[in-house]
């Protein structure tokens, strides 16, 4: 007999086990960090490089007044520079730092094989030379 609990309650864990597997909790806290991280990169932007980018050309409304014509040229430029910033930042982290990091740790060397383990390797060596 169908048990619509019964089922619900099986699809219930399933998901229970989804959502609480180590590898679904570290993306979550990536996602929120990046956010934070996003938004940190925005200010620096924002709030120093565009106004230092902005004193050899002095405005009156700052940046992002910067226009040619109808196009809205300092919001487009501080986005950009907003995204280069990001960028050079996820390098410096990603490929440098972890990369530095995933040098310097040093591998182990491989377990001393076994009797029967070098037996094994000598018959392997034998069936495939054709002489056994």
Same mark, same amino acid.
């Given at each position: 007999?169908?048990?619509?609990?019964?089922?619900?309650?099986?699809?219930?864990?399933?998901?229970?086990? %989804?959502? $609480?597997?180590?590898?679904? /909790?570290? $993306?979550?806290? &990536?996602?929120?960090?990046? =956010?934070?991280?996003?938004?940190?990169?925005?200010?620096?932007?924002?709030?120093?490089?565009?106004?230092?980018?902005?004193? *050899? /050309?002095?405005?009156?409304? &700052?940046?992002?007044?910067?226009?040619?014509?109808?196009?809205?040229?300092?919001? %487009?430029?501080?986005?950009?520079?907003?995204?280069?910033?990001?960028? $050079?930042?996820?390098?410096?982290?990603?490929?440098?730092?972890? &990369?530095?990091?995933? @040098?310097?740790?040093?591998?182990? *060397?491989?377990?001393?094989?076994?009797?029967?383990?070098?037996?094994?390797?000598?018959? @392997?060596?034998?069936?495939?030379? =054709?002489?056994?």
């Amino acid at each position: 007999m169908f048990d619509p609990t019964k089922k619900a309650l099986s699809l219930f864990e399933e998901f229970k086990d %989804f959502a $609480l597997k180590g590898n679904v /909790i570290d $993306l979550a806290v &990536g996602v929120i960090i990046g =956010g934070a991280f996003g938004s940190i990169v925005t200010s620096l932007v924002k709030n120093i490089i565009m106004p230092i980018v902005s004193i *050899p /050309i002095p405005t009156q409304g &700052g940046y992002t007044s910067w226009q040619i014509g109808p196009v809205l040229l300092g919001h %487009f430029l501080a986005d950009v520079l907003n995204f280069l910033v990001l960028a $050079l930042a996820l390098f410096v982290f990603i490929v440098k730092f972890l &990369g530095w990091i995933m @040098r310097t740790k040093k591998e182990a *060397p491989p377990p001393a094989l076994t009797k029967d383990q070098e037996l094994l390797i000598e018959i @392997r060596d034998l069936l495939k030379s =054709g002489r056994a």
